[in-house]
């Protein structure tokens, strides 16, 4: 069963419109959930992380805000660029496990 | 500064036959894992390891054997490939302590005829 549900399975975006992602994971012991950006024919690379902690985190254009609550955080992408278009992952990890628990990916097309 | 490899980056074999496909880490990574990539289904966990000679099941790892004999390598060996073992076939490593991030390697792109 997948510990992480992520939501949309794609999106299409305008240039300079905002693409926002959803993930939901029920296990309380996770601490450390990240997105992941994956280009064609290459593999995933980290692009953000956050702790539940904080309840958002800003790296330029992207910014992952975290309910703890709702047991759920999601991914926003700013003014997107086509070179954003790409696949993104949410993942999660709990501090008894170094494994993650991935979610099913997200398409994301950005549109010049 | 290589990081983490993976080879062949393409493979075409015949069901049945055994294929193994290499990982290999220039970073000293304690932890590394085999995942694989299917539309729909995002990155599965096949086999992970902890250290040399400590290797552990995942989500999906029917079909598939995985040895640990130094720590820069993981190679994953399919011993009778099937037609639904066809997919991208990702290797990642980890720091043992200080960071959860895992870098991958470039994935092996695997077609089971």
């Known amino acids: 069963q997948q510990q992480v549900k992520q939501s949309p399975q794609s999106l299409i975006v305008q240039k300079g419109g905002i693409s926002i992602i959803n993930c939901a994971y029920e296990n309380t012991a996770f601490d450390y959930f990240p997105w992941y950006q994956q280009f064609p024919g290459k593999g995933p690379a980290l692009l953000i992380a956050?702790?539940?902690?904080?309840s958002e985190k800003k790296e330029g254009r992207f910014t992952i805000s975290f309910n703890k609550s709702a047991k759920q955080f999601s991914l926003h992408i700013m003014d997107s660029q086509p070179g954003d278009s790409a696949t993104y992952f949410c993942a999660a990890s709990s501090p008894f496990d170094y494994k993650l628990s991935f979610g099913a990916g997200t398409t994301v097309t950005v549109r010049a | 500064d290589a990081g983490i490899t993976q080879s062949p980056r393409y493979k075409i074999t015949e069901t049945g036959r055994q294929v193994t496909l290499m990982c290999h880490q220039t970073w000293s990574h304690s932890y590394m894992f085999w995942y694989r990539q299917d539309l729909g289904h995002g990155l599965r966990l096949i086999y992970y390891?902890?250290?040399?000679?400590?290797?552990d099941k995942g989500e999906v790892p029917d079909g598939y054997v995985v040895s640990r004999s130094k720590t820069e390598n993981f190679p994953l060996t399919l011993e009778s490939a099937t037609r639904s073992q066809t997919s991208v076939y990702f290797c990642?490593?980890?720091?043992?302590?200080?960071?959860?991030?895992?870098?991958f390697g470039p994935g092996t792109r695997l077609t089971v005829t």
């Open positions: 990642a490593s980890r720091v043992t302590s200080g960071g959860y991030e895992q870098y």
């Open positions: 956050i702790r539940p902690d904080v």
């Open positions: 390891s902890a250290a040399a000679d400590i290797t």
